[in-house]
């Protein structure tokens, strides 16, 4: 089971934006459970996604044609030529496997999605405490009587971030991809 909690949870003052209402607007509070179905998916695809499992496969089929072809004389063959029960078999197996593949895969598109939520999340509290620490640095430089010519660059990297704007232009752009 894999939990993912807020991210970057740090100690602080109540400044201009608390952490309970930074936390609020963060999205990633997600938990992925493994059930039974993952368990089964993920050992499947372990234990028949190797080359010792093709090789197995590989002289389980000479092995099997051979024998159904009367090419070992001592075994009486039990699947003749076009070796209906055999095809059966492996169709049977390749819809399991392909299932559990599948299985996997969506597994992994879902910690894919949590681990991209975390990022963003980090980067924004990171982009969060950049944003205080040029604040604080400018208000250190007008307290030192140190007077520069206005910057607006400086200004619109002061200014807050809005995540749900952020989250609105994001869902918007899944939108419009679907």
Not at 25 to 31: H, Q, V, Y
Not at 40 to 68: D, E, K, Q
Not at 132 to 145: D, P, Y
Request: aromatic share 8%.
């Amino acid at each position: 089971m894999t939990n993912v909690k807020k991210a970057g949870k740090t100690p602080r003052s109540a400044e201009a934006k608390s952490d309970q209402d930074f936390d609020r607007e963060m999205k990633s509070e997600l938990e992925f459970k493994e059930n039974w179905v993952d368990k089964v998916a993920l050992f499947v695809t372990g234990a028949f996604g190797s080359i010792r499992f093709l090789g197995m496969c590989i002289a389980l089929f000479i092995v099997w044609i051979s024998w159904n072809l009367n090419l070992l004389p001592l075994l009486r063959p039990f699947d003749p030529y076009p070796f209906q029960m055999l095809t059966m078999i492996v169709s049977i197996f390749a819809i399991i496997l392909s299932v559990s593949v599948l299985i996997s895969q969506n597994r992994e598109g879902k910690k894919n999605n949590i681990r991209q939520q975390v990022d963003f999340e980090v980067n924004v509290r990171a982009e969060s405490e950049i944003t205080k620490m040029l604040t604080m640095l400018h208000e250190i430089q007008k307290q030192l009587g140190i007077h520069s010519k206005v910057d607006t660059e400086l200004e619109e990297m002061k200014a807050e971030i809005d995540i749900k704007e952020i989250h609105h232009k994001l869902d918007d752009t899944i939108t419009e991809d679907e």
